[in-house]
């Protein structure tokens, strides 16, 4: 049940997010589809090797954005209304926001991120 959901320790951001980050990819994907029945705290916790309070973060917070719901005595399911279009929206937007950034970084014009764009693109068609 808990396949598919990797964290590192190499990673800078703290576990909860990386778990939050994962559900949602799964949800926008449409492995996880609304009415899912998400892993216990007890069961993603000893899976992925962290504490129950960091699992119960990840799941409180995907709550409050409306991601997931808990039923008291059952367990947390993806919302019926995970929104996944807006959901989707939200994620392409923050890698978006990191393309942009690495490519601030590495000094790149507009211009030269399209052209890489449109390359990745024409090689990813070849596969």
């Known amino acids: 049940m808990v396949e598919g959901l990797f964290l590192s320790q190499a990673d800078s951001r703290p576990m909860y997010l990386q778990i939050m980050e ?10 996880w589809p609304p009415g899912f029945a998400l892993p216990s705290i007890r069961e993603l916790a000893a899976a992925t090797k962290v504490s129950v309070i960091t699992v119960k973060r990840a799941y409180r917070e995907l709550e409050s954005e409306g991601v997931v719901v808990t039923r008291q005595g059952r367990g947390s399911f993806v919302a019926e209304s995970a929104g996944q279009a807006e959901l989707r929206d939200t994620e392409l937007n923050r890698y978006l926001v990191q393309l942009l950034d690495a490519a601030d970084r590495l000094g790149l014009s507009a211009d030269e991120l399209m052209l890489c764009l449109e390359a990745a693109l024409e090689e990813r068609g070849k596969q």
Not at 23 to 29: D, E, M, S
Request: charge should be positive; charged fraction near 30%.
């Open 22 to 31: 994962q559900i949602k990819l799964k949800v926008v994907a449409g492995d």
